[in-house]
């Protein structure tokens, strides 16, 4: 169900606020999530600029090529008061973006620009504006977008539930014999069955490919005694996404220290999410992931962060990393996915999202986290 225009207005109104706070005299944003959570538009950017203007005084202005126009029929935009700035093709559309500036652009000192704007816009926009400084979108965006409103919360339910479903059935592909691309396009059918718009990731890393954290697929063919992480996600028609792994075991596992470290990361995972509530920094929480792993003589082997934050994309705002001390707070959804990587042998992950909560963290996937042994 798409979100009411009460509620992109409220967000259009609010990031208003939040660029005139800052001291910034206009956001600058080409179609990206920034875009879609602001005005409820998809798309993306490319080489023919659409850039939606929030001054820091007056009204939002969408500069669009005429060829565009009609593509935004139907869309929420049309209802928010954002005043449409139409170009053709020969018309300079940085000089558009400038000239509906409010300090007549020249005067303009200090934009922000989305932070995956592609460099053939920001520079674009930079020759137009040359006095003009450029910071990051996300230095007043992310503190919006990071604190999810009920319909983002539902949607991300939603999501979870779907790629629950997904993990639920995985016994069904997941089979020794075949490879991990075979398993990975049955995967993907069924992350599109189970109500997503498509499959945005599949890894299946079996045996020593579980090591690599961000394995793909290969045709590894899957063998007894191997650990399987299988890590997926897609987003739903809404665009939040699900994010979720469990790791398989074929059998029983062909290494015995996998049954100890495991359990060090069922409880490396299950510290992270009690250690999350409203008030608590994010790296509070990456360090209840890692301390027990890091006793264990394992923490060389935990080698990326502990979560990201999740939303209209699958990696956001917040970083549950080493060094952030923003303090999370009710709203804000992220993962919770330690692990541990053996080179040339397993690896083994564990991955929720989960919602922050007054009393705490909320998981959005409820699979068992349990090794799962699958039979051979
Ligand atoms: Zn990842
Ligand atoms: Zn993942
Ligand atoms: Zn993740």
Known sequence: MPAPLETFAARLARAHDATSAAG????LLTPSPDLRYLLGIGG??????????????GDPALVVPALERPGLDGTPVLGLGVEIVE????????ALVAAVLPKS??????????????AVHVLGLRA??????QELASTVLAQLR???????????????QAIDRVHARMGEWLRVGRTEAQVGADVAAAIVAEGHTMAAFIIVGSG?????????????VVQPGDLVVVDIGGPTPEGYYSDCTRTYSMGEPAYPEVVNCYALL??????????VAPGITAQSVDDAARSPIRDAGYGHRFIHRTGHGIGLEVHEQPYIVAGNDLVLDQGMAFSIEPGIYIPGRWGARIEDIVVVEDYGARRLNHRPRELAVLPV
């Open 24 to 27: 910034l005299d206009a956001l």
């Open 44 to 57: 993306e950017s490319h080489e023919r600029l659409t850039c939606l203007v929030v001054p820091a005084e």
């Open 87 to 94: 170009w053709t093709d020969g018309d300079d559309p940085y």
């Open 105 to 118: 652009g020249s005067a303009a000192a200090q934009v922000a620009v989305g932070d995956a704007m592609p």
């Open 128 to 133: 137009a504006l040359p006095d003009c400084a």
């Open 146 to 160: 990071m604190r999810k409103d009920r319909a983002e919360i539902a949607a991300l339910d939603a999501a979870g």
């Open 208 to 220: 020593p490919n579980g090591a690599s954290p961000h394995h793909d697929v290969s045709d590894r």
């Open 266 to 275: 069922q409880a490396a995972q299950q510290a992270a999410v009690a250690a």
